[in-house]
């Protein structure tokens, strides 16, 4: 018997054709609308692909693009390289687990927030950085954040 899946991923199995070389466009399609890549749409692009999961697991785990939690309407990344972190940025991180109650590749409860740490942002020249949703914050200081999360709070 077929498994019945949801209509996005059907809509999907119709644009590709069930070629291994099209696994990274589908998945940054499943990232896309999931806001992550669910384990019923790993299973079904292994069906679809004819690729075993733990091959699509290995690609998902690979690219920081992908995650196997949801993510939250806000990402926040605070650049931990070492021009941002000569330049305070560990106290940025510390200050969004103080006031977030999460850690590093946690999502807030309400899936407001997801906080991750990166190596480097390649703003060097604007250190320390934190970003929301790939907007770049330079030059931040935790009064910076704060502001910064108050305003989206608000929204």
């Known amino acids: 018997m077929e498994k019945k899946y949801d209509e996005f991923m059907q809509g999907l199995f119709k644009e590709y054709k069930p070629d291994k070389d099209n696994l990274i466009?589908?998945?940054n399609e499943v990232q896309e609308h999931?806001?992550?890549?669910?384990?019923d749409a790993q299973e079904a692009l292994s069906n679809f692909l004819g690729i075993s999961m733990a091959e699509i697991y290995g690609v998902v785990t690979f690219y920081s693009r992908f995650s196997l939690e949801p993510q939250g309407k806000y990402k926040l990344s605070v650049c931990l390289g070492t021009a941002c972190y000569v330049k305070g940025?560990?106290?940025i991180l510390d200050r969004i687990v103080e006031r977030l109650h999460i850690k590093e590749?946690?999502?807030t409860p309400d899936g407001m927030f997801t906080l991750e740490a990166m190596r480097c942002v390649g703003a060097c020249g604007l250190a320390p950085v934190f970003t929301v949703n790939g907007e770049v914050y330079g030059k931040a200081t935790v009064q910076?954040?704060?502001q910064v999360l108050d305003e989206l709070m608000k929204n």
């Open 105 to 107: 590749g946690e999502t």
């Open 34 to 39: 999931y806001g992550y890549v669910p384990r």
């Open 25 to 27: 466009q589908m998945l």
């Open 89 to 91: 940025s560990q106290k």
């Open 144 to 146: 910076k954040l704060d």
